[in-house]
T-cell receptor
Framework: QKEVEQDPGPLSVPEGAIVSLNCTYSNSAFQYFMWYRQYSRKGPELLMYTYSSGNKEDGRFTAQVDKSSKYISLFIRDSQPSDSATYLCAMSSNAGGTSYGKLTFGQGTILTVHP | EAGVTQSPTHLIKTRGQQATLRCSPISGHTSVYWYQQALGLGLQFLLWYDEGEERNRGNFPPRFSGRQFPNYSSELNVNALELEDSALYLC????????????????FGPGTRLTVL
């Protein structure tokens, strides 16, 4: 079983829709949670960074972390065609050892927003 | 401010050869991370360098190695290339301000696409 599970999609929505992207994880030591956006043939771009449980909002993006359920979400409001990309969740801990400095990624969800 | 840069953009090698990939971190960043993004496998952690030292490595064979130079740039070397090494190799950097925790925000470069024939 992978430490981080993410539905690869693909997910196709109309412009203006609310998009919900999710990841589950099994390692309870994870405390830092990130969402990255990756356009085709580009490197991942950091969208959101949250620590522990709670919500964080930045413009049209909202990240939620529920550590009790080991579940994180990214919501995109008023989705635009320019949001079409692969969305990757990533997690890390400060537990040291083999976790030191390492981001553990989900498989990525391919999102297409059509006009 | 310039982001993380990587060279070359593309690299084509044959099986058994060696590949060298290069990374320049964001100015002021002291930590460099390497990841492999192979088709169907997602992003896998390879190596972490901080202040010139290797701090951690992922579950990859020893033929994957690297180093960090005094100017904090880094090199990833892959020896005895195998077909399954074909992937996008991503470098990330961070400010290294979180001390021993290694939980700084990582900023990624555009990657080097390695093709092994």
């Amino acid at each position: 079983q992978k430490e981080v599970e993410q539905d690869p999609g693909p997910l196709s929505v109309p412009e203006g829709a609310i998009v919900s992207l999710n990841c589950t994880y099994s390692n309870s030591a994870f405390q830092y949670f990130m969402w990255y956006r990756q356009y085709s043939r580009k490197g991942p771009e950091l969208l959101m960074y949250t620590y522990s449980s709670g919500n964080k909002e930045d413009g049209r993006f909202t990240a939620q972390v529920d550590k009790s359920s080991k579940y994180i979400s990214l919501f995109i409001r008023d989705s635009q065609p320019s949001d079409s990309a692969t969305y990757l969740c990533a997690m890390s801990s400060n537990a040291g050892g083999t976790s030191y400095g390492k981001l553990t990624f989900g498989q990525g969800t391919i999102l297409t927003v059509h006009p | 401010e310039a982001g993380v840069t990587q060279s070359p953009t593309h690299l084509i090698k044959t099986r058994g050869q060696q590949a060298t990939l290069r990374c320049s971190p964001i100015s002021g960043h002291t930590s460099v991370y390497w990841y492999q993004q192979a088709l169907g496998l997602g992003l896998q952690f390879l190596l972490w360098y901080d202040e010139g030292e290797e701090r951690n490595r992922g579950n990859f064979p020893p033929r994957f190695s690297g180093r960090q130079f005094p100017n904090y740039s880094s090199e990833l070397n892959v020896n005895a290339l195998e077909l399954e090494d074909s992937a996008l190799y991503l470098c990330a950097s961070s400010s290294g301000t979180s001390g021993s925790g290694g939980t700084d925000t990582q900023y990624f470069g555009p990657g080097t696409r390695l093709t092994v024939l």
